[in-house]
C-alpha cells in the first residue's frame, strides 16, 4: 500500500478505513460483531494503516469495536477519532460542545473505549460557535504535550477557522467532504491547505455510495439509512444526479475498472497529501477500494472527469437543514 504524509510528518496509508458505517447510518448494523472485527483486521493485512472513528459514532460504541479490532495490531495503524458533542445521561447527542473541559473528558473516554494510551490523530467534529477556536487548539496543544494525543485534526472547517487554529497548534489534517459530486472544497479550501501544509481527509469521497452506481432513482433505503433524509438522495436529485455517475461508468469502462475505483483514484490524482477514508462493512468493497490505488488515471482521463463534473449542476443539500447549520463557513 502507497503511503502518504499528513500535516508534517503523520504518515498513513493512501486509503484508509472509515468506520462509522459499521455501528450507524447505513440501514440496519450487522449483527455479527466478530465478522467487523475480522474485516478491520483483515483490512491491515492489505496494508490499511489509517482508521477513523469518533466518540459520536454510536455513540460510543465505535470506538469500542475499533479499539478491540485493532488494539493486537496498535504499532501499525493510525488511529484519528473526533470530540465536539455533547450528550445528554443517556448518551444521547444533544448538541454541540468543544469547551475545555467537555475536550478533556471526551479525550479520556476515548482513549478507554479505544484501549489505547494515545490517539493519532484528534479532530474537532463539528467546529463550536460558541467556543473560540483558539481555545480549542490550545487544549489539544496541552494533550499533545501530555502524551494523550499526537496530531491536531478539523473536520468541516472553513478556511478562516483552519488558519487561527493552525496558528496555535499547527492542524495535521482536514476531513470534509470532498468527491467527484462535490468539489466545493476546490475553491478555498484546497488551496488553503497547500499554503499551509496541511493533509487532507475527503469523507464519503464515493458519494455515500451514490458514486458506485448502486444507487438510483428508484432505491429504497433501509431502515435508519440516513440517506432517505438527505436534500440529495430525494428520488428527484437521484435522477438529475445520475449525469455524474454515468461520466464515471465511462472512465470505469475504458479502464476495466470500477465506479469506486475511478471515484477513488480521481481524489488521489489530486494532490499527494489527499487520503480518502472510504468505509464498508464487506470484504469484496475493502479489496474493490483499495484497487483504487493501482489504477492510473492519465492526466487527460483526469481532464475529462474534471470537466465533465463540472457541467454537472449537482441537486440537494448535503445534509438536512440541522446538520447543514452545523457546517463552518
Not at 486509503?15 to 440496519?28: D, K, V
Not at 444521547?92 to 475536550?103: A, K, N
Not at 482521463?301 to 474534471?306: K, N, S, W, Y
Amino acid at each position: 500500500m502507497d503511503k502518504r504524509t499528513l500535516g508534517d510528518g503523520l504518515e498513513v496509508s493512501a486509503i484508509g478505513f472509515g468506520c462509522m458505517g459499521m455501528s450507524q447510518s447505513y440501514g440496519p448494523n450487522p449483527g455479527d460483531r466478530d465478522q467487523m472485527i475480522a474485516l478491520l483486521r483483515t483490512a491491515v493485512e492489505r496494508g490499511v494503516t489509517f482508521f477513523d472513528t469518533a466518540e459520536v459514532y454510536g455513540p460510543f460504541v465505535n470506538e469500542e469495536l475499533v479499539g478491540e479490532a485493532l488494539r493486537p495490531v496498535r504499532d501499525q495503524v493510525v488511529i484519528a477519532t473526533k470530540f465536539g458533542f455533547a450528550f445528554d445521561g443517556h448518551g444521547r447527542q444533544t448538541g454541540l460542545s468543544s469547551r475545555p473541559d467537555s475536550i478533556l473528558r471526551a479525550v479520556d473516554g476515548s482513549l478507554q473505549r479505544l484501549g489505547i494510551a494515545t490517539i493519532d490523530l484528534l479532530y474537532q467534529h463539528r467546529v463550536d460557535p460558541d467556543v473560540p477556536i483558539e481555545d480549542v487548539a490550545g487544549t489539544v496543544k496541552d494533550l499533545i504535550a501530555a502524551g494523550k494525543v499526537r496530531h491536531f485534526g478539523l473536520s468541516e472547517a472553513g478556511v478562516r477557522t483552519l488558519r487561527r487554529a493552525h496558528g496555535v497548534q499547527p492542524v495535521a489534517a482536514l476531513q470534509s467532504e470532498y468527491s467527484l459530486w462535490w468539489r466545493e472544497p476546490e475553491a478555498e479550501i484546497v488551496p488553503t491547505l497547500a499554503e499551509l501544509g496541511i493533509g487532507f481527509v475527503p469523507f464519503s469521497p464515493l458519494g455515500k455510495g451514490f458514486l458506485t452506481g448502486s444507487v438510483s432513482a428508484s432505491t429504497e433505503f433501509a431502515a435508519g439509512d440516513v440517506r432517505a433524509s438527505f436534500p440529495r438522495f430525494t428520488p428527484e436529485a437521484r435522477q438529475a444526479n445520475q449525469a455524474v455517475v454515468d461520466l464515471v461508468r465511462k472512465t470505469a469502462e475504458a479502464k476495466a475498472a470500477t465506479h469506486a475505483q475511478v471515484a477513488l483514484a480521481w481524489l488521489l490524482a489530486r494532490q499527494p497529501w489527499i487520503a480518502p477514508i472510504p468505509g464498508t462493512r464487506r470484504l469484496e468493497r475493502l479489496d474493490e477500494n483499495l484497487g483504487a490505488v493501482g489504477l492510473v488515471l492519465t492526466p487527460d482521463d483526469i481532464a475529462e472527469l474534471d470537466e465533465a463534473s463540472a457541467s454537472v449542476q449537482v441537486q440537494g443539500e448535503r445534509y438536512p437543514e440541522r446538520l447543514q447549520r452545523m457546517i463552518d463557513r
